[in-house]
Each structure stands twice: as C-alpha cells, then as structure tokens.
C-alpha cells in the first residue's frame, strides 16, 4: 500500500541486522530510513549498501528489504523482481514466498502466485494467510472472467503526475468535491516515504456544463505537513481530515483533526484526541447521524497492524467516547483502511486481508439482524490487482468515485464509477405445440408481483415484448380461441445486470382429443402408478389455467383380449384418472370418465408418420392393420399406441 495512500503511515521497528554498527555507515542509513517508514530513501540507501557489504547472507537480506520497501510504496513491478532474487537466493524466512505471491497476484500472474501461497502453506501451515492468498488469486481470475456491470472511467480533470485519491463530496448536488492530491504544493521538499511532495487536500467545482474546475488548494486547512482524507457531514457544515505531523521530514505520527464551516470558510483545525501521537490515528469516517466516527490506527489491541476503529457519541455536541475496535469480522492481521460510511449507513472499506484481487481492495459490510458484519467484496472492474480504496457514493445513484494505482502502479489516480440502471425486457413467441407454428393474434397477459397487469396481441410470427422491473416476479399467460390457455414465468430478483429475457410459451389446440403420454398401469390393473401421478399432474395445471372447461378424460386399450373385459378396464383406467383430479382440487363438474376399450383405434398423424415411417399419416391402427404388419416389433409399437389416455374439451363456459 502506498504511503502517501496511507498518509505516512509510520510503524517504528527495530534493527534487524545483528551487529550493524559493524557494517557499513551506508547500511546503517538504510536500516534508520527503513526503520522510520522512509521506504522510498531507504530503496536507494539499500541499493548502494548492496555494493558495500560482502556478506552473502546480509546481501541476501537486503535484497529482500528493498523487495519489501518497493512493496510499500507500491511498486508491484518491482517487487516481484526483488523478491524473485531473495527466492532464488534461498532467503531462510518462510515470508519471502508470501511476499512473492502478493508481488505477482498485484501484477495480475494469479496462477504463479498460487504457487507461492502453496509454498508458504506447506512451510507455515497454521498462518491463514497462505490459504486467503490461494482463496483470493482464484476469486480474481473469476472475477475477471465475470466482470460486473459497473461503468469505470479514469477522472482525469483531478488526477496530476502526482498521486490523487480519497475524494468527498463537499456539497449536497455533489459538484464540489475535496480530494488529497501529492502534486507540488507549499514547498519543494519530497516525501521520504514516497518521494512525492506532502500531501494537501484540494477542491474542484463543477459548473452548468458539467465541466469540473482545475483543482486547487483548500484555504485554511493545509500546512507544510500532509492533510488529506476529508470526511464531512451530510450538511457539510463539519469536516473530519488527517493530518500528519513531520519534524525534519521525520513523521511524528498522524491525528485527527475536525473544523467546522463558516460561512464559505473552514474554522481552526481542532485535534481530536483518538491515540497517542506516537501512534496513528486517521481515514476519519463520520456516520450519516454524527454518532459514530470510524478511523483508522495501528494502537494495541488491533488485529493487524492498521485496524478500523470506532468512537460513539450521544449526541452531535456531546464528546467522543472510548475507541473500540470493529473486531475480527472486519479487521484481519493484514490492513483495513479508508473507511467510508454512505448516506444509508452501509460501511465500505479497503483491506489486503481478506480475499481479494491484488493490492487493497474495496468492500462492503453490513450489519445483519444479529449483529454482525456481512463483508463482500465488491469484485471486478471496481476492483483491480492494484491498490483500491476511498470510495464514496452519491447520495441516492449508485454513481461516485473512488482511488486506485491500476494502470500507474505507484501513482494514485481518482476515478468515478457508474453502474448504469438496470434494464430488463421479456421477449416471447406464441406457438402451436403441435404444428409447432407461431399464433399471431393470441393474447398475452402479464401479470407481476410488483402490480403490473398488462395485456398485448401477438404480432406477426407470434411474437410479444415487454418491459420489466427489478426484483420482480412475473407471468405471462397466453390465450386464443379454440386453444388451452398456458402460461410461463419469470423472475428478475437476484440479477444485478440488465437482461433480454425469452420467452416461449406453447398452447394446444382443443378442437381434437389431447393425447396425456406418460399414464401407465399395470397389466390388467387400473390403479396409477407413480409416474402416471407426476404425469397428470400437467394436466391438474392445464385445467386450473383454464377454469371455465370441462373435459371428457377417455382411456383406450389395444386390440387384444376380449371387447367386454377391455371396455371394462378402459372405464375402471379412466375413472382413476378422474378420481386423482378430485383428490388434487379439480370441480367433478368438469370431469367425464369415458372407457372405450379398442373400439376406438388411434388414428396416424404426421408427427407419428415421422416417428415411424412403417405408419402411413391417415391410418387408423385397426387390429387387422396392426396383424398385417411384417415384423412383432413394429406390431408390438403399433398396440403401444393403442394404448393410450386422452382428454377432450366438451364446453369452455363452466361456471
């Protein structure tokens, strides 16, 4: 993570190198940059103590600290070389594979990283940061497979050579936006951490044309040091910054600072009192209601070495409480940073400890019923392999901006996202399922679950269209004279990305006996076997699709056997039929049992003439057509057909 992103984030440490004041004057200078958090000087301090020390081990290591230092400032690039070269001169701390595959995971080589993360999992296997890292480069390479539906576009009217990031709206029409830029400002003097200038936070207007003024620093706020991270209020009367301190261009911590409006002008900076200046305290993040202030700081009781905490209010004029820290759900051994709450109290977030694409990555959590966080990952495009982070929304779009290094690696831009309104239409035909062709003129009638009743006439080939809503459900019931009505449905809950539905829905004509395939018993018996029940099941809801008809269910046997005993099963077969209807809710009013033993054999049509070429279309399978056949299997194919149930329409006006 980059620091001027961090806002010199400063974690003193000690000296690692045993016996340094043996080494060389340059290595000590390193060591003492490295030590502060001046990554940025310590990367050359290191690169020319290099040439000066002979010990191989010491190379090695240092080696592996300049690899560390381009990681902090965000040079992925880089890294990954440094730290191949620490790999690849077997440096003994099983980190460097956890490092390499961070290196190579911001640098979008996810399969190449996995086998790093492998490697530290073998070597380290209670440290879960090897699985996250497995978890997260395989979530990546998915996530940019499936990238989502948000609109990204690089702000270029904010950005400079420098690093721009963590903007805020300064005004309710969200045309006046504060930001933190590095560009040159007060001085010349360059960021040790860095190597850019001090941050400031500067201002940027948008007129009627929606053209965005050139930025310019914010008067009244800004000093030598870094300010940056605005945070206001929904008024926008009070804003919250952070603003680092620096005594020889050594930072001496970061703190919290609120100021409030009068007028067109910021008042005096007033500190307010989070951690001990020794310690960090920033990203300041106020709560819709003024209540509740995230920050961010790396004091004892975190669970990694920059946490998000929080401090609570009674009341917008009362004084802050004690900080309590978010916990685990939201923090992790990694870093959680730029918290930002939006207008509708959800909290977003940047973290490189939970799974993620490469660098920071931002998401989002929400409090559940029970109290707990529910954190996602807000996926591809709004996040990259790159560091991501210092989002913020409109008020009621899904519109705003937010910071990233894609594309630059170690230089922060500002970026805006959209994700455009989602767009879903029902595109259908109405056709004959027997013929199989479309029915211009049939009705369709959709009907939602969000009060839509709506009601076209299908046009040429059958075809329909209509608009829907999101998080709906939907029906769309076709109808014409002389046909069974059907119906299909639809739902666009759960899709976040706009969509053409098709539909197809087929109505049968009932001007000819209706064919139920799949009724069968067994031989000589007339009670449904379980697959004939799923089978009349369609037919229970063909019938509540259409209320007003009655229909004559008949039930034919084939040719063999006598005429009495199969016009008896026949009627026994179709009156289980009936009765299975009555059981599942259908009037007796409407039901006809009907058995007609072989008095009736089935007539060809074309569809059974394509099926089986051995019967002519027009033929009726008579027993002495059927004996006439050459072979038992064509004979036997034949009687199948025989065998049948079928249902009629008698009237369409039951009331």
Not at 141 to 150: F, I, L
Not at 265 to 288: F, M, N, V
Not at 495 to 524: C, T, W
């Amino acid at each position: 993570m980059r620091i001027p992103v961090t806002l010199a984030f400063i974690v003193l440490g000690l000296f690692l190198f045993s016996g340094i004041h043996s080494q060389s004057r340059r290595l000590e200078r390193a060591e003492r940059a490295y030590s502060a958090g001046e990554y940025y000087e310590a990367i050359g301090l290191y690169r020319d103590a290099y040439s000066a020390v002979n010990d191989r081990d010491l190379r090695t290591e240092i080696v592996f600290r300049i690899a560390k230092c381009y990681m902090k400032v965000s040079d992925s690039r880089q890294s990954e070389g440094w730290f191949s070269r620490a790999v690849s001169r077997n440096y003994k701390d099983p980190e460097v594979y956890r490092y390499f595959g961070d290196a190579l995971k911001m640098n979008e080589k996810y399969q190449e990283a996995i086998e790093q993360y492998r490697i530290y999992q073998e070597l380290v296997p209670d440290d879960p940061r090897g699985r996250i890292g497995i978890e997260s480069s395989e979530l990546a390479m998915h996530w940019m497979e499936n990238p989502g539906p948000y609109e990204i576009t690089e702000a270029g009217f904010f950005n400079s050579r420098e690093s721009d990031y963590s903007p805020a709206f300064a005004s309710r029409d969200h045309a006046h936006v504060y930001f933190t830029s590095a560009r040159k400002g007060r001085g010349n003097d360059r960021h040790g951490v860095t190597g850019e200038y001090f941050a400031d936070i500067y201002e940027s207007r948008r007129d009627r044309q929606g053209q965005w003024s050139a930025p310019s620093p914010l008067e009244g706020i800004n000093s030598e040091f870094d300010e940056g991270t605005p945070s206001l209020n929904l008024k926008h009367t009070v804003m919250y910054f952070t603003s680092c301190k620096a005594v020889r261009k050594k930072s001496n911590g970061c703190q919290v600072y609120q100021t409030r409006r009068s007028g067109e002008q910021w008042g005096r900076p007033e500190l307010i009192d989070l951690a001990p200046d020794t310690l960090i305290a920033a990203h300041p993040a106020i709560s819709p209601d003024e209540l509740t202030l995230y920050f961010v700081s790396d004091m004892p009781g975190g669970a990694g070495s920059k946490d998000i905490w929080k401090v609570t209010r009674s009341n917008p004029n009362s004084s802050w409480g004690v900080p309590v820290n978010l916990g685990p759900e939201i923090n992790t051994p990694g870093d959680e940073v730029f918290p930002y709450v939006h207008p509708d109290g959800t909290l977003y977030f940047s973290s490189n400890g939970h799974p993620g694409m490469g660098g920071l990555d931002i998401f989002k959590a929400t409090k559940t019923d029970d109290g707990s966080w529910n954190v996602e990952n807000m996926g591809y495009p709004l996040n990259s392999p790159a560091d991501d982070f210092g989002i913020v929304f409109e008020d009621k779009t899904v519109r705003g901006f937010f910071s990233s290094n894609r594309g630059r690696h170690n230089v922060d831009n500002i970026f805006s996202f959209y994700l455009p309104p989602l767009v879903f239409n029902a595109e259908g035909r109405v056709k004959d399922i027997d013929s199989e062709e479309f029915i211009a003129g049939s009705t369709v009638m959709m009907v939602g679950s969000d009060g839509t009743l709506l009601e076209v006439n299908t046009g040429a080939e059958g075809r329909f269209r209509f608009m829907l809503r999101p998080e709906a459900d939907y029906v769309f019931i076709a109808s014409k004279e002389g046909y069974l009505t059907d119906k299909k449905g639809i739902t666009t809950r759960g899709h976040d990305r706009s969509k053409d539905f098709s539909v197809m829905i087929g109505i049968q004509s009932h001007e000819k006996p209706i064919e139920l395939p799949n009724i069968l018993y067994d031989f000589a018996r007339w009670d449904l076997r379980p697959e004939s029940m799923a089978a009349l099941d369609g037919l229970v809801e063909t019938l509540n699709n259409n209320p007003k008809i009655t229909i004559e269910l008949a039930s034919h046997t084939d040719s063999r056997g006598g005429a009495a005993h199969n016009m008896e099963l026949s009627q026994r077969r179709a009156q289980s039929v009936v009765d299975y209807l009555i059981d599942n809710g259908i009037a007796a009013g409407r039901l006809v049992a009907a058995g007609y033993g072989k008095s009736r054999p089935r007539v060809v049509d074309e569809r059974l003439s394509s099926a089986f070429s051995f019967l002519p279309a027009g033929t009726a399978l008579s027993e002495e057509f059927i004996e006439g056949l050459p072979s038992e299997e064509q004979r036997e194919i034949a009687h199948q057909i025989n065998r049948r149930t079928e249902f009629e329409v008698l009237s369409t006006d039951f009331e």
